[in-house]
């Protein structure tokens, strides 16, 4: 990351009134995403798929663990395609041995889509390590620790699915005179993370 953009707070403004702090913490939360997304990108290339894949996966995994069914029509809604998309996509994940198409348990008429035993074992070869080393990183936090940073994650969710045009001014200028070009605290090429 430039060091330039941290010591001027990038597109934070140049507001003589905001904390070194908050800008630090901003810019730190930039780098964590930053890293996460050069994750993803290692992750689709080894195992050589594309990120809506991966999600697809962690979806499946997601309704398995949780004692749900995923139909391709849920499935689809989740991930935000169309149906020709998401029969593409699915084809693709059951050529690759992903995922299987099986009946669904109470409705002959429907499909059910279900990971492979491989397809888990694979996710967890290749993300176990890190998910190991973040788990690390976590529980290294005193409970009071851990309540402040997860409430600051939550809060900056809120602030960022909150987002409206109020503050845009032509030209893509925000009002307190930062550019509109990207999000704040979003990288470049950033995507939906895990």
Do not use: C
């Not at 597109?11 to 939360?29: C, H, I, R, S, T």
């Not at 890190?130 to 402040?148: G, I, N, Q, T, W």
């Not at 960022?160 to 005179?177: I, P, Q």
């Amino acid at each position: 990351m430039d060091a330039d953009h941290h010591a001027k707070g990038y597109w934070y403004g140049k507001d003589p009134v905001q904390k070194e702090m908050a800008v630090d913490v901003l810019n730190a939360l930039r780098d964590y995403r930053v890293s996460e997304q050069a994750m993803r990108r290692r992750t689709r290339s080894s195992m050589l798929m594309g990120e809506k894949d991966l999600l697809a996966l962690r979806y499946l995994f997601e309704a398995e663990a949780d004692g749900r069914v995923m139909k391709p029509k849920d499935l689809g809604e989740r991930l935000g395609i169309t149906s020709a998309s998401m029969t593409t996509l699915i084809d693709r994940l059951v050529e690759s041995g992903h995922i299987r198409r099986e009946p669904h348990p109470t409705d002959r008429r429907a499909l059910i889509l279900r990971a492979t035993p491989a397809s888990d074992q694979e996710v967890r070869h290749t993300l176990g390590g890190m998910h190991r080393r973040m788990m690390d990183v976590a529980s290294a936090l005193s409970p009071e620790e851990a309540a402040v940073v997860t409430a600051f994650l939550r809060d900056m969710r809120q602030a960022l699915d909150t987002v409206d045009d109020e503050n845009t001014v032509d030209g893509g200028n925000t009002a307190d005179g930062a550019t509109g070009h990207g999000e704040p605290g979003a990288a470049a090429g950033d995507s939906q993370p895990s």
